[in-house]
C-alpha cells in the first residue's frame, strides 16, 4: 500500500489502515437545532465502537448544525470525527479557512464531497456555489498539508493536518466510469474512500475487480458503505427514490421473507454477511457503517459482524 504521507497526522483512522486492521467507521448527522445533547447522544453508542465516525455536512441539502461544530462535540465525547465539507455551500475562501480551523481544533481526517443538489432539500431556492469540485477539493486540501500553500500559491503559516477521504459511487451510471472517477480522486490526493451504500454485491465486486486490476487497491484504502435495511418500506423507497442506489430485488424479497417483527433484524444479518465478504475481499480495507437514525443499533451490528474490539493507538 503505497499510500504514505509525509507528517505524522494523529488521526485514529489512518493508524488503522496503516496497521493493515480491517476499519470500522460510523456516521453521524447533527440536529436541526442547537441542542448538542443530540449529538452527544449519538455519540454515546459509536465511543469504542468505531474507529472514526462522518459527521454528515447539511445532508441531502436540509439545514443541520454545522459539521465542524458537531465534530468538536464528538471529540469532548471521545470521538474522532471524520470531517464532511460539501462544495455546495462555500467557495475555496470559505472552504480554506475551515480546513484551517478545523486541524487547529484537533480535527484529523476529512471528507471532501460535492455534496446533494440544493433543490433536494428544504431551501430548494439556494443558490449552489460549486466554486470547485470535489476532485478540486481534495487536490487543495493535499496542497495545503503537503505543500504548506493556499490555493492561491501563498504559504500557510502553519499547515493543516488531515488525512484526506473522497466517495465513491460504484453504481452510478455510466458504470464502466466509475473506475476511471476513482482514479482522478486517487491521483487528486485522496488518502482513503468510503463508497456509496452497497446491496448489488455482484457489481460491486465486479468494481474492485477492476480497481485491482488497475492497481487502485493499492494506491488508497477503501471501505465499503454499509446500511442495514430497517424495513420493506426502507428497501423499496431505496431501490426507487435515491438517485445512485442499486437495491436488487432479492433483497426486497428476502426481507418480505420474514416474520413481522425480524425485519430490522434479517436487515441487520444481511449488512453482517456482507461485512464478512468485505473482510476476505481483496481491494476492501475497512466498511463505513451508515446506520441512518439508528446510531443505537451500531454496538449490536458491530458485536454480529466480529469487528470488536476496535483497535487502540496511543
Known amino acids: 500500500m503505497s499510500t504514505e504521507t509525509n507528517?505524522?497526522?494523529?488521526?485514529?483512522?489512518?493508524?488503522?489502515?496503516?496497521?493493515?486492521?480491517?476499519?470500522?467507521?460510523?456516521?453521524?448527522?447533527?440536529?436541526?437545532?442547537?441542542?448538542?445533547?443530540?449529538?452527544?447522544?449519538?455519540?454515546?453508542?459509536?465511543?469504542?465502537?468505531v474507529d472514526s465516525v462522518n459527521i454528515t455536512d447539511n445532508q441531502t441539502a436540509v439545514v443541520r448544525m454545522s459539521s465542524w461544530a458537531?465534530?468538536?462535540?464528538?471529540?469532548?465525547?471521545?470521538?474522532?470525527?471524520?470531517?464532511?465539507?460539501?462544495?455546495?455551500?462555500?467557495?475555496?475562501?470559505?472552504?480554506?479557512?475551515?480546513i484551517l480551523g478545523g486541524s487547529a481544533l484537533g480535527i484529523r481526517n476529512m471528507l471532501c464531497l460535492s455534496g446533494d443538489h440544493q433543490q433536494f432539500g428544504d431551501h430548494p431556492d439556494a443558490r449552489g456555489v460549486f466554486d470547485i469540485d470535489s476532485i478540486q477539493l481534495i487536490a487543495m486540501v493535499k496542497q495545503m498539508r503537503d505543500e504548506g500553500k493556499f490555493l492561491s500559491g501563498n504559504d500557510i503559516h502553519m499547515p493543516p493536518k488531515m488525512f484526506i477521504g473522497a466517495a465513491s459511487n460504484p453504481f452510478?451510471?455510466?458504470?464502466?466510469?466509475?473506475?476511471?472517477?476513482?482514479?482522478?480522486?486517487?491521483?487528486?490526493?485522496?488518502?482513503?474512500?468510503?463508497?456509496?451504500?452497497?446491496y448489488n454485491m455482484p457489481k460491486f465486486r465486479e468494481f474492485i475487480r477492476m480497481a485491482n486490476e488497475e492497481g487502485l487497491t493499492e494506491k488508497v484504502y477503501i471501505l465499503g458503505g454499509v446500511t442495514p435495511m430497517k424495513s420493506v418500506g426502507m428497501a423499496r423507497y431505496m431501490a426507487s427514490k435515491v438517485p445512485g442506489m442499486d437495491v436488487p430485488e432479492e433483497?426486497?424479497?428476502?426481507?418480505?421473507?420474514?416474520?413481522?417483527?425480524?425485519?430490522?433484524?434479517?436487515?441487520i444479518n444481511i449488512a453482517c454477511e456482507q461485512i464478512e465478504e468485505f473482510k476476505e475481499m481483496k481491494g476492501v480495507h475497512g466498511v463505513h457503517m451508515m446506520a441512518i437514525e439508528w446510531e443505537h443499533m451500531v454496538p449490536q451490528i458491530a458485536e454480529q459482524a466480529k469487528v470488536l474490539p476496535r483497535p487502540v493507538f496511543d
Not at 507528517?7 to 480491517?22: A, I
Not at 468538536?72 to 455546495?88: D, K, S
Open 7 to 49: 507528517f505524522n497526522s494523529g488521526s485514529n483512522l489512518e493508524k488503522v489502515l496503516k496497521s493493515g486492521q480491517f476499519a470500522f467507521t460510523g456516521e453521524l448527522g447533527p440536529p436541526r437545532g442547537t441542542d448538542a445533547d443530540e449529538v452527544r447522544e449519538k455519540a454515546k453508542f459509536l465511543k469504542g465502537n
Open 172 to 198: 452510478a451510471e455510466p458504470f464502466v466510469w466509475r473506475v476511471h472517477r476513482l482514479a482522478k480522486k486517487i491521483e487528486a490526493g485522496a488518502d482513503f474512500i468510503q463508497t456509496q451504500c452497497i
Open 70 to 98: 458537531a465534530s468538536l462535540i464528538a471529540i469532548q465525547e471521545g470521538l474522532e470525527p471524520n470531517y464532511q465539507m460539501v462544495c455546495r455551500d462555500r467557495n475555496r475562501l470559505a472552504m480554506q479557512a475551515d
Open 251 to 267: 433483497i426486497i424479497n428476502r426481507l418480505k421473507g420474514v416474520e413481522k417483527g425480524k425485519v430490522a433484524q434479517e436487515g
